[in-house]
């Protein structure tokens, strides 16, 4: 619980640190760091489109932030999120847009299987390598964002034209392929929030069930803690590995068809993998292990995120400040050790205090009677 406790603190702490040294810099470039971050504020959480939006923008995040846990769980650092996430966007809506003489509902449930079975297999292939040859994975999954993103991108132009709206990008999915909910829509005022939310929820559920009360979310916990340990145990070591990094894919996958099915409802090209899956390993880290850690810690990345849009009309500031404020944070919980040293030194100083009679209120301890005796 204490644990739990420090690692709570800790991000609560990084945000408080990463608010503080944004505002710090907008001061040192002219400008009111209250107005910014009340025009955040005002921006993130004025308007119910807004509000729709951050909770559409919360989506993947959650759902690679998910994914990043799974693999650190296991002992990987799985950096690959966004070729995962990338491919089985394209995936998914080929696959949308290749069969619409299909139900809607098989044309959904058969874009989603297809989407994330490619996120797995994009998963799998850096597990394998690890578990099999102690390659490792995170260079593997940094050149396998770069050959997802080409080979996807060179998949879109190479699409029929029946489903292709320009040279780079297709034709958008429409009501037969999309998860979009037109009351949710009309409640946020045509925002793009999908039914991918309540998705991302539920598999947190289903992922949080799995790890803390299942056997294979026992060995993965075990397989990362201690690999021989858990080997001698009796667990196979390397198809547990394997396995983890393949639900970590299918996760990132996962995020990938909301995209897709959602909130964009067609796949461009792209000039760079998608950063969704790098802010996903921020929300996970974030989120200190916990899993409503990354929920909370994927609504925070998408307030600052919706209500940056609308710094630069209000008050002045510009929008990238934004993103220096989320580099701060991520710096701050990546240097989490700096603040628990902190904390430390504020406990020992606690403690050196009471210990030396110098407590809160400033009153020396009483003597007690032996002690009087003795100086007697």
Same mark, same amino acid.
């Given at each position: 619980m204490t644990q739990t406790n420090n690692k709570a603190l800790i991000a609560v702490l990084s945000v408080v640190f990463g608010l503080v040294a944004?505002?710090?810099?907008?001061?040192?470039?002219?400008?009111?760091?209250?107005?910014?971050?009340?025009?955040?504020?005002?921006t993130a959480f004025g308007t119910p489109q807004n509000i729709g939006e951050i909770f559409s923008q919360m989506?993947? !995040?959650?759902? $690679?932030? !998910?994914?990043?846990?799974? /693999?650190?769980? &296991?002992?990987?650092?799985?950096?690959?999120?966004?070729?995962?996430?990338? #491919? /089985?966007?394209?995936?998914?809506?080929?696959?949308?847009?290749?069969?619409?003489?299909?139900?809607n509902f098989l044309i959904i449930i058969g874009a989603t299987l297809f989407g994330v079975i490619l996120g797995g297999i994009s998963?799998? %292939?850096?597990?394998?390598?690890?578990? *099999?040859?102690?390659?490792? +994975?995170?260079? %593997?999954?940094?050149?396998?964002?770069?050959?997802?993103?080409? !080979?996807?991108?060179?998949?879109?132009?190479?699409?029929?034209? &029946?489903?292709?709206? =320009? =040279?780079?990008?297709?034709?958008?999915?429409?009501?037969?392929? @999309?998860? #979009?909910? *037109?009351?949710?829509?009309?409640? $946020?005022?045509? @925002?793009?929030? @999908? &039914?991918?939310?309540?998705? &991302?929820?539920?598999? =947190?559920?289903?992922?949080?069930?799995?790890?803390?009360?299942? $056997?294979f979310g026992f060995s993965i916990e075990a397989v990362g803690k201690n690999a021989d340990a858990a080997k001698y145990a009796g667990i196979n070591e390397k198809a547990t590995q394997i396995w983890a990094m393949t639900l970590s894919g299918a996760l990132a996958g996962l995020g990938g068809v909301t995209e897709g099915l959602g909130h964009y409802g067609n796949v461009f090209v792209q000039n760079s993998t998608p950063e969704t899956g790098f802010n996903g390993m921020a929300v996970a880290l974030l989120g200190s292990g916990s899993f409503i850690g990354v929920i909370l810690a994927a609504a925070l990345f998408s307030a600052l995120t919706v209500g940056g849009s609308g710094m630069p009309n209000i008050s002045g500031v510009p929008t990238e400040l934004v993103? %220096?404020? %989320? /580099?701060?944070?991520?710096?701050?919980?990546?240097?989490?050790?700096?603040?628990?040293?902190?904390?430390? *030194?504020?406990?020992?100083?606690?403690? #050196?205090?009471?210990? @030396?009679?110098?407590?809160?209120?400033? *009153?020396?301890?009483?003597? =007690?009677?032996?002690? +009087?005796? #003795?100086? /007697?």
């Open positions: 944004g505002a710090i810099i907008m001061l040192i470039f002219g400008y009111n760091p209250f107005s910014g971050y009340g025009s955040l504020i005002a989506t993947p !995040l959650i759902l $690679t932030g !998910l994914s990043f846990l799974v /693999a650190q769980q &296991a002992g990987f650092f799985n950096i690959g999120m966004s070729g995962q996430l990338y #491919a /089985a966007w394209v995936g998914s809506v080929w696959f949308a847009l290749t069969f619409p003489q299909l139900p998963g799998l %292939i850096p597990g394998y390598l690890r578990a *099999k040859f102690g390659a490792s +994975e995170v260079i %593997i999954t940094i050149m396998l964002n770069y050959v997802i993103l080409y !080979l996807g991108n060179s998949a879109i132009t190479s699409f029929p034209k &029946a489903i292709r709206q =320009t =040279t780079d990008s297709t034709n958008q999915v429409g009501d037969h392929g @999309s998860i #979009a909910m *037109k009351w949710l829509s009309d409640l $946020t005022n045509q @925002s793009s929030i @999908s &039914a991918g939310i309540f998705i &991302a929820v539920i598999v =947190t559920i289903l992922v949080w069930f799995i790890m803390k009360k299942t $056997t993103s %220096i404020v %989320i /580099a701060l944070i991520i710096f701050f919980v990546g240097s989490s050790y700096l603040i628990q040293l902190l904390i430390k *030194k504020i406990k020992a100083a606690d403690a #050196a205090s009471a210990g @030396s009679g110098k407590g809160p209120k400033g *009153k020396k301890p009483k003597k =007690t009677n032996q002690t +009087e005796e #003795a100086q /007697a």
